[in-house]
């Protein structure tokens, strides 16, 4: 994949899509105006999040459509089933959005197993809409904004499954590296960590500070640095999905 970032692949990329110029440029334009009234990274990215959820909750957690937010919701959910997800699992979703896949993990698992954690308060009100749509209530999920990805005030060996979905494309490499450093302690032996991200073959770059791409190798090592094995899973690359999928399970 080229590098974004560079004035070579956004020259041909404008020429190609000159319906994106004006959005990329408020986009430019936001960027800036952000880093001047936020002092890191979690407080740059809730204030886009702030500003997107304003216009909408579906498009803030990347989905064109409603047709295609149920159809990420559906793809995440059918693909965790397939590999291994059960209803008595207890499940933590990092960067839960909306509920695009958490409506579908709450209604299948347990009542109270589901474990929902953003860095947006602006979103987490927006799955309490999704909570009361799908009448799912009943289900009892915690829903609960997070400054950072310690998890400090959650137990230890406590979730079968940990899940984030286009959560480390919009994160630079000291987030992942917080969250690799803790997740471990709140896993169950025997469970597992998935998660995408936007997978370069090329340069490590990012646009903005809002879209982030990583080589493979780089979060491998990471995850060993950390005592997580890692694999890239294969067969998610064959879903209409741009990101690529590693799963995380402690050695
Ligand atoms: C593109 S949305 C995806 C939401 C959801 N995973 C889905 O598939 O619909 C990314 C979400 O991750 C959240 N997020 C970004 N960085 C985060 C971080 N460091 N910790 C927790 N949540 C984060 C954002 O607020 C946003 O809700």
Redesign the pocket.
């Known amino acids: 994949m080229d590098d974004r970032s560079s004035l070579i692949h956004q020259a041909r990329y404008a020429v190609n899509h000159p319906g994106r110029v004006l959005p990329h440029l408020r986009r430019l334009a936001r960027d800036s105006w952000l880093r001047m009234r936020t002092s890191d990274h979690?407080g740059y990215?809730?204030a886009v999040?702030r500003s997107d959820t304003a216009r909408g909750a579906r498009a803030?957690?990347?989905s064109k459509s409603h047709k295609r937010w149920l159809a990420?919701?559906r793809m995440?959910f059918d693909y965790l089933v397939a590999h291994g997800l059960q209803p008595e699992h207890r499940m933590l979703?990092?960067?839960?959005?909306?509920l695009?896949?958490g409506r579908l993990f709450i209604e299948y698992l347990h009542g109270g197993h589901y474990y929902g954690?953003?860095?947006?308060p602006d979103?987490l009100l927006a799955a309490q809409d999704t909570l009361v749509r799908y009448n799912l209530g009943g289900r009892l999920p915690h829903l609960t904004p997070?400054h950072d990805?310690r998890f400090a005030f959650l137990p230890d060996a406590h979730f079968d499954v940990v899940h984030?979905?286009?959560?480390f494309s919009?994160?630079p490499i000291g987030?992942i590296e917080e969250c690799f450093a803790h997740v471990g302690r709140v896993m169950k032996p025997g469970g597992w960590f998935d998660f995408t991200f936007d997978r370069t073959e090329g340069k490590e770059h990012q646009v903005l500070r809002e879209d982030f791409y990583y080589r493979t190798d780089t979060l491998l090592a990471l995850a060993d640095r950390h005592g997580l094995d890692a694999v890239l899973m294969d067969d998610w690359e064959q879903l209409p999905h741009k990101q690529s999928k590693i799963r995380l399970t402690l050695r």
């Open positions: 979690v990215y809730r999040m803030a957690v990347g990420v919701g995440q979703e990092i960067g839960c959005g909306n695009r896949a954690v953003d860095i947006s979103i997070v990805l984030a979905h286009s959560v919009h994160s987030v």
